[in-house]
């Protein structure tokens, strides 16, 4: 179902009357592996283009979630390091730990991102970004359960051209992005791309001691602090990305295009504070700041005091091929060959305050690589059906290494531990779908997909210095597998009847995938803590409509999503034969998740466009498996938000010889949100509703290669906390949660070649 935010079309080719208003331009993509008009298609998709990225003030793909019903993507924070957890139609995953699988597909140029770790993507020159809702199991494959987010860059073509533009706004906000193509001969072109972002934190991490001398817990200062006490500013932004790619395209026949791409970012931890305390509460330090230390005193098997490192730095890098061969007028074969790879380093401060006597830290490293090969043959049997078949396959490595000092979990045992864990995954699969018309106005669509996985964990568990741990030395050299397949399916039937309207109706299942205990405390836990995919079968109906000469669109849909062996943290491991505090995870719960999706865009008179989304989520838990105990009750919340909407309008004022100037405005509600329980049993906590305001003015020149914009985000300077760290509250006594942005100014000026 197309989405409220095309109020700019996505991959837009504009109808031949270039006063087309925007709501009734058409719009292609390419969700069934086959380029067609998204009104056309019987699926539900958000598309917004890079016009509307930029209108909108977005930057990177966490804030495309705002406008988009039922989506939920949020950067996981200083715990789980520069990872993105994402949920579509309240399934997804938020755990970036190598042994749990993405609930959410993430694609970048047709081509699988396999972790939440590095997902934060910029959205450095593309073309367009789709975010198709509900399972994709037939179409791209395993954890697309909840659905898949696809962007595309903008390929190389057959001009000289290129653009620039700086930034400056609040916090010493820096940006510069700059994009140039190139024709270096007959057929073969190239696009160079890249971007810079430099911004300082906004919230201060302060030095507990320094700014509180005498205080009662004797905790001094640390040197080094500065006059103000202040050691960091977290939150800060400092990323560098690039990309390259070189395009053969001699004819309609041949078209073959490599991509290389490379991103930096090192920067302070992410903005967070202590928000709850077990009566502690001198340790909050306020709104916008933190005692969070990062400090460790001496203890166990570290002779004097140290820091974990309050700092987050990624490297990483990828290479795609993606080739197109057309053997016929009606027969095409398509290549897509991937490989990625990186590296995380981050530390944590599990408490997130500053008496550190107990013990709460952690230092990770983790590397990732995958490979992946995709072909498809697409072929059109006679008028009136449409045939692609393919296979997929994937090899993917982790090496995660991590030194952890809990001794919260039992002071007196300095528990310390250091792990250095391969993890591999692999995955096979066989395609097809087919798209008839057996008559006019009618369209049905079926597909399949067979999906082969495996994935593998080995625990390394050592003391500091390398000999078998002390506490979970069973663990170590223990080799943990998961092995499992499955069929996925899909059928529709859409009608369209007229040119204004079309309806239709779908029903398809989805999977994400299976995997093994990602923290055990024993080898019991581990062999045994391996569990199966959770799956979704949905139920969809739609109608997209084109009314009043095509100025307004306006799409409904509503789903039931039968959700099934939802993979649940337990609170007893004695059925796996472990007696230790338990650290596993199962296919535990069972439940329905239903709700509909209004999207609306408008060009009322000309030159004034309108995008508005209105978003529900309801359902209920029908099986909650009694290993998981009180954590959760079948009364619980199955999903959260319940409501979500937004609305977005711009005018575009002639101002002759003057140029143009553009005001914009933007709002995106988003309803109250569950954060779990800190106690078993306890009473839910749930994050508050909020809506986020951003407002934007920008001038064009009369040749529209020339503009300056002036932005607001956050225009009421909401505060809210969208995302928080409570695991080791019944340790430490302390919750942090993350901050949203305060209200901040920019402006950029573009220039187009």
């Not at 993509?29 to 958000?46: G, H």
Request: with cysteine; aromatic share 12%.
């Amino acid at each position: 179902m197309i989405a409220m935010s095309l109020a700019t079309p996505a991959f837009a080719q504009a109808s031949d009357d270039e006063n087309t208003s925007e709501a009734g331009r058409e719009i292609v993509v390419t969700a069934q592996f086959r380029e067609q008009k998204l009104q056309d298609t019987p699926l539900s998709i958000t598309a917004v283009d890079a016009g509307l990225l930029e209108s909108r003030n977005q930057t990177d793909l966490s804030q495309v979630a705002r406008q988009a019903p039922n989506v939920t993507l949020n950067a996981m924070g200083g715990a789980y390091g520069s990872s993105l957890g994402a949920s579509i139609r309240g399934v997804g995953q938020f755990d970036f730990n190598p042994a749990y699988e993405p609930g959410v597909g993430m694609y970048v140029d047709d081509v699988y991102y396999a972790t939440l770790t590095g997902g934060i993507f910029d959205l450095l020159d593309l073309e367009r970004v789709e975010v198709l809702r509900g399972p994709q199991g037939t179409l791209t494959g395993r954890n697309a359960i909840g659905g898949a987010i696809k962007l595309f860059s903008k390929k190389p073509s057959d001009e000289n051209s290129g653009s620039i533009q700086g930034t400056y706004g609040e916090r010493q906000r820096v940006e510069l992005r700059a994009s140039a193509n190139f024709v270096l001969a007959d057929g073969l072109y190239a696009r160079m791309s890249g971007v810079y972002k430099r911004q300082n934190g906004y919230v201060k991490q302060v030095d507990y001691g320094c700014a509180n001398p005498g205080n009662p817990d004797g905790i001094t200062g640390f040197p080094g602090s500065g006059s103000d006490c202040v050691m960091a500013d977290l939150g800060e932004v400092n990323y560098a990305g690039l990309r390259g790619a070189l395009r053969f395209n001699p004819s309609d026949a041949i078209d073959f295009t490599v991509t290389a791409d490379y991103t930096r970012e090192d920067r302070n931890n992410a903005a967070e504070v202590v928000t709850q305390t077990n009566g502690l509460n001198r340790v909050i330090c306020g709104r916008f700041c933190t005692y969070a230390s990062f400090y460790l005193p001496a203890g166990g098997q570290v002779g004097q005091g140290y820091f974990m490192p309050n700092t987050t730095k990624f490297d990483g890098w990828g290479i795609s091929a993606n080739g197109t061969i057309k053997l016929s007028d009606t027969i095409n074969i398509q290549s897509i060959t991937a490989y990625r790879d990186y590296r995380q380093i981050w530390g944590t401060d599990d408490d997130f305050g500053p008496i550190a006597s107990k013990g709460a830290g952690g230092y990770n490293d983790l590397k990732f690589w995958f490979f992946s090969q995709e072909l498809r043959f697409n072929a059109q049997l006679g008028d009136n059906v449409d045939l692609t078949v393919g296979g997929f396959m994937s090899d993917q490595r982790s090496l995660y290494y991590t030194r952890q000092d809990i001794r919260y979990i039992a002071p007196g045992l300095n528990f310390q531990f250091a792990g250095n864990d391969p993890v591999n995954a692999d995955s096979k699969a066989g395609f097809g779908t087919i798209i008839a018309r057996p008559m006019e106005g009618l369209t049905l669509t079926a597909g399949v997909r067979y999906t082969d996985e495996h994935k593998d964990y080995t625990f390394v568990r050592k003391n500091y210095n390398g000999t078998v741990s002390t506490f979970l030395g069973a663990l170590d050299g223990v080799k943990a597998t998961y092995d499992g397949s499955r069929w996925d399916w899909r059928v529709s039937a859409d009608y369209r009847f007229s040119p204004q309207i079309l309806a239709y109706v779908t029903v398809g299942t989805g999977f994400k995938g299976g995997g093994v205990t990602a923290r055990p405390f024993d080898a019991a836990q581990a062999l045994n803590g391996s569990f199966g995919p959770e799956t979704v079968t949905a139920y969809e109906a739609g109608i997209k409509t084109d009314l009043f000469d095509r100025r307004l669109r306006m799409n409904i849909s509503g789903f039931i999503n039968d959700y099934k062996a939802v993979q649940l943290p337990l609170i007893s491991c004695a059925s796996l034969g472990s007696n230790a505090p338990c650290g596993a995870r199962q296919n535990a719960g069972d439940g329905k998740i239903k709700g509909f999706e209004v999207e609306v865009t408008a060009s009322p008179v000309e030159g004034f466009d309108i995008d508005a989304s209105l978003s529900h989520l309801a359902g209920n838990w029908s099986k909650i498996d009694p290993r998981v105990g009180n954590a959760i009750l079948l009364t619980d919340p199955i999903v959260t938000p319940g409501w979500k909407w937004s609305i977005g309008a711009q005018y575009k004022a002639d101002l002759g010889t003057y140029g143009s100037i553009t005001p914009r405005f933007d709002a995106a509600y988003t309803g109250k949100t569950s954060a779990g329980r800190i106690a078993a049993g306890g009473v839910i906590d749930f994050f508050p509703a909020y809506t986020l305001a951003n407002a934007r003015l920008t001038w064009r020149n009369p040749d529209e290669d020339l503009s300056i914009a002036l932005e607001v985000q956050n225009v009421f300077n909401k505060y809210y906390t969208p995302a928080r760290f409570a695991a080791v509250y019944a340790f430490s006594g302390t919750i942090y949660s993350q901050v949203g942005r305060p209200r901040e100014w920019a402006i950029t000026v573009k220039k187009q070649f």
